[in-house]
C-alpha cells in the first residue's frame, strides 16, 4: 500500500506545521496551561480562520468532508507541538458525536458557530464506575411532562470545565453495559442541577467532572432517536482514538529528533557520542 500523502495532505500538514511552530514555543505553551482558559484563544480563533476546525466535518455539515487520514495530518501536526487546544475534546469528540447524529436540514445550523470557533462543547460519556467502558452509563434520563431529568455523574470530560454546552449520553433503557438503550441529551453548562469542576490532566489538556443532579430539560434536548445514541458515540470515540494515536505519533517524533540532536552534540571524554 502506498502512504505517501497525497498534494492536498501535504498541504494541510505544512499548514498544520507552520502554525504551531508560530505559536507554540516550549514557553508560549507554559503560558497558555497556566491561563484561566488552558489554552490560547487567539491561536484557536486563527485554527478556525485556517479552516483546521473543519476538516473532520462533513460537507453537509458545513466541513471539509475529510476522512481518518486527513484528521491524523491534523492530529499528528498538533502533536509535534505538545498543542493543548481543546482539538479532541470540541471538535472530534464532540463536534463528529453531532455529525453522525444530527438530520443534514439541522446539522449545519448547529455546527457552524463550532467550526467558527466560538460555540464550545464537550462529550460527557465516560463514567466512574465504567472502568473506561463507555457503554456502562449508570446516568439516567427520564421523561416527565415537561421533558427529561437527568441525574448521574460523568468522568474526564475533556474541553468539559470550559463547555457550554454538554452532549450527556444516558441510559433511558435497558441494562449495563448494552450498547442498546442509550440517548444523548443537549445540556447548557447553567442548567439547574449541573455541577462541575474542572482541571488540568497530566498532558496540559482541560478537563472536568460533572454532577447532574436532578437536571431538568426540555423534550427537544434529546439529540437524535431515544435509545440510539451508541452508533454515534463509536463513531465519535473511534475517530477520537485516531486522532490520539496521530497526535502521540507526531510527539515521538519530535521526541526523536531532540535526541538525536543532543546525542549529535554530547561529549563524553571530550569525545562527540553520537
Known sequence: MDFSY???QRMLADLVTRVVADHYAFEAREGYIASPEGHSP???????????????????????DGGGAELMVV???LGRGLVVEPYLGRIVLAGCFLDATLADDVKADTLEPLIMGEARWALAVHEPAGRY??????????????????????????????ADHLIVIARTSGDNPARSGLSAFWVDADTSGVRRTGYTTIDGQRAAEIWLDDAAVDADALIGVEDDAGTALEYALDRGVVALCAEA??????ACDLTLDYLKERKQFGVAIG
Request: hydrophobic share 45%.
Open 133 to 162: 467502558d463507555p457503554y456502562w452509563i449508570e446516568t439516567t434520563a427520564v421523561k416527565d411532562s415537561q421533558g427529561w431529568r437527568l441525574s448521574g455523574r460523568k468522568a474526564a470530560v475533556l474541553a468539559g470545565d470550559s
Open 6 to 8: 497525497s498534494d492536498e
Open 42 to 64: 487567539d491561536v484557536w480563533a486563527q485554527f478556525a480562520e485556517l479552516g483546521l476546525l473543519a476538516v473532520p466535518f462533513s460537507e453537509s455539515a458545513g466541513g471539509f
Open 249 to 254: 505519533a507526531g510527539a515521538m517524533e519530535i
Open 75 to 77: 492530529a499528528e501536526g
